[in-house]
């Protein structure tokens, strides 16, 4: 099998291809016709991450092939890299052939940009790094105008920051979020505005309180709060949860409280488990919840999630897995039916698919 191919012109259909696949996975939950929400062509990716291939006085970018998992194939761009990567991919290959301290065992490039334009390189190397590496990448990062991370064993070094500052225009708000190296955030920007506009269209008028479980960096939280009373907001990663603190203050949103909690604690919560220190000062009967707001990671919903969410008015639904969407659909069917659907291309060229489901109570 040859590296995926990134052609244009076979956009539309494999799109169409994959919507078709999604109307019939849903076909027995009786889906209504979802809105369709394209990717760019090209240049899409906020992220990619590159193994690094040393050939003599040579270092390349490579790519493997699943048939041939040995042989590295050297690239020279990355198509679906954004325009900050697709920028300095070739810019930083050559400084680092140029530059021995930055090269010598460096096994892998991160690459982390923002529709914001900033853009963050992780250098990821088999040997530990010494103070003359710290200098060569401060040059290289006001070379590149990037900040700069270099990571060995037990070792990280930043220069500048280890976080960078996303803005994304949604519905005349300017919205700002912190995305901190190594956390979640989500690899599409211009699609991930489509998942933010089609949230908040979806939440319109339903007033009443939220509850948000895997928010991450506060994605959805900071453009879904002002169409609520109150809202509290779950993540169980410490990064995800700082961020997600962040991002409230950036966009000066005082109606949520952020809990570093599990789906399954929350719900066990909910349903008056056990008590939980990171719950002091949340009164949870003092909310109106009308909506659960849900992006779980590719393995959907727990047990005590689906029991939680069976209570709820509202499910909003975003996933990334097709296939554990569909389980969870059929274990909400005696409760709730689809009454909105959307897929959003996160994932052009491969058979991934973002989807989200507005359920409503039967
Ligand atoms: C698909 S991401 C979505 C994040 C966020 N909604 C966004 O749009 O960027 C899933 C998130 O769930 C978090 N997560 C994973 N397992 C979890 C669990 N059991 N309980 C709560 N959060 C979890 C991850 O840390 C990650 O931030």
New binding site residues.
Partial sequence: MPLPSYNPAEYDALLAGKVARFKEDFAPFAVPEPAVFPSAPLHYRLRAEFRMWHDGARVDYAMFDPAEPKLPIAIDDFPPAAAPISAAMPRLRDALMACEVLKRKLFQVDFLATLSGELMITLIYHRPLEETWEAAATELAATLGAQIIGRSRKQKIVVGRDWLQEEIELNGRRLRYKQIEGS???PNGEVNRKMLGWACARAEGIGGDLLE?????G??TVALAPQFGRVLA????KP?VEAANYSLEANAIDNVTMVRM???EISDAYTGGREYRRMDGVDLASYHFTTLFL???RSGLDAGTLQLASGFENILYIS?NPLTLQANVAALQATHRIAEAAVFDQFPYTHHLECGLLLTRR
């Fill in positions: 979640f955030s989500q479980l895997y928010c991450g960096n994605n959805f779950t993540e169980v990663s995800s599990s789906s399954d992006d779980p990671p990334c």
